[in-house]
Nanobody
Framework: VQLQASGGGFVQAGGSLRLSCVAS??????RAWYRQAPGKQRELVAF???????NYADSVKGRFTISRDNAKNTVYLQMNSLKPEDTAVYYC???????????WGQGTEVTVSS
């Protein structure tokens, strides 16, 4: 089982990043992005369902866009107008309650400077 997230990095406030996450070797269909900021609990950022409908946390609405490539079993997160409070490790996974997910992969770190 592998969830390989990539695309994170260091960016100034107002900048953009595009995260990618591919699932391999498992039946996991990643449809959601989560993040965990330093000292905070992991939270759901965005998800996309099988019909392509999307949903976002209020804190990222209008700035982030989630999409999927079903053929590649890959989920993306386009992040624009980044803010320092977006600094976190970002993970992709299936859409589920956070406490019920056992495997998370290594995530990708995003740091936004002010």
């Amino acid at each position: 089982v592998q969830l390989q997230a990539s695309g994170g990095g260091f960016v100034q406030a107002g900048g953009s990043l595009r995260l990618s996450c591919v699932a391999s070797g498992s039946s996991i269909v990643p449809r959601a992005w989560y993040r965990q900021a330093p000292g905070k609990q992991r939270e759901l950022v965005a998800f996309i369902n099988s019909s392509g409908n999307t949903n976002y946390a209020d804190s990222v609405k209008g700035r982030f866009t989630i999409s999927r490539d079903n053929a590649k079993n890959t989920v993306y997160l386009q992040m624009n107008s980044l803010k320092p409070e977006d600094t976190a490790v970002y993970y992709c996974n299936r859409l589920d309650t956070i406490g019920s997910i056992r495997y998370w992969g290594q995530g990708t770190e995003v740091t936004v400077s002010s």
